[in-house]
């Protein structure tokens, strides 16, 4: 009797398998459940929460998370939504993929027409694509450094210093730096790169003397936060302790939003 029972009982889990792989084949031949499923794995990709994903905002986010998978620029009005309201989901992976379809559209932009202004918007997203190893070589492999135009001229040195900053060339990053400030001495961004190279280095009083110069030329002081905030948060305690206090010493008043990250 006990052998019948447990055949019994075998033959019943037999057909809950057997209606469970047919249920389960008939699911995925779904077109719905499949494209369900695309959405799922291209959510996980770019590092989003699924369930952080409110209603409102699934229809969009998916749009522009399959434009960017395709290699599409956003439209303008998407690059807004994802740096505003869309924020949450812009996760680093998602950023990486945007900057590098900024930065293929002006390397073929580049390639195309030759205009100069285009190597520095493609060097300049390369950056942000983390990148830089490639954005140093394409930039030495133009003739930008030949021009006359003293603005264009600014705009490279500065560009290419930050990607000599960015893989830690400092000296040459310096020099850059230097000569995008000769070349237009009153454009803020040579200054602001000129501070953040020295504070990273942790000389001090050359970079408050460089954000100086860059806060008379109009940056923004959000903008100067952003890049204090940033190298900061990458040096160890000891380190951060030294910098929070010798720009305390420096302006009070100025950097008071720092002792809450001393805290």
């Known amino acids: 009797q006990l052998k019948k029972q447990q055949e019994k009982l075998a033959q019943e889990r037999k057909v809950r398998e057997q209606a469970e792989r047919e249920r389960r084949k008939k ?79 002006y390397l073929n932009e580049y390639k ?20 830089s190893k490639e954005a140093e070589k394409f930039l030495e492999n133009t003739e930008i ?9 600014s705009a490279y040195f500065t560009t290419l210093g930050g990607v000599k900053r960015d893989i830690r060339k400092v000296d040459t990053a310096i020099e850059c730096g230097v000569k995008a400030h000769e070349n237009n001495s009153q ?29 008379d030329r109009g940056a923004p002081e959000k903008s100067i936060n952003a890049d204090l905030r940033s190298i900061l948060l990458k ?11 010798s720009l305390l010493k420096k302006d009070p008043y100025l950097y008071g939003w720092l002792k809450d990250i001393k805290k």
């Open 27 to 105: 699911l995925e031949s779904d077109p719905k459940y499949i494209e369900r499923q695309k959405e799922k794995n291209l959510i996980k990709k770019y590092d989003i929460y699924f369930y952080d994903i409110a209603d409102k905002h699934r229809s969009k986010l998916i749009n522009i998370l399959k434009l960017l998978d395709n290699n599409q620029r956003l439209s303008e009005q998407d690059a807004i939504w994802l740096n505003s309201e869309g924020r949450q989901f812009f996760t680093d992976e998602l950023k990486i993929k945007f900057h590098r379809v900024e930065a293929d559209f």
């Open 112 to 131: 195309t027409t030759k205009l100069h202004w285009h190597a520095i918007n493609a060097s300049s997203q390369l950056r942000k694509a983390k990148a």
């Open 145 to 153: 450094s030949l021009n006359k135009n003293k603005k264009l001229l």
């Open 187 to 215: 454009d803020y961004r040579p200054c602001t790169l000129l501070g953040a190279i020295y504070m990273e280095n942790h000389e001090y009083t050359l970079g408050h003397d460089w954000y100086s110069k860059a806060r």
């Open 235 to 245: 040096l160890d305690k000891s380190k951060r302790i030294e910098m929070i206090a």
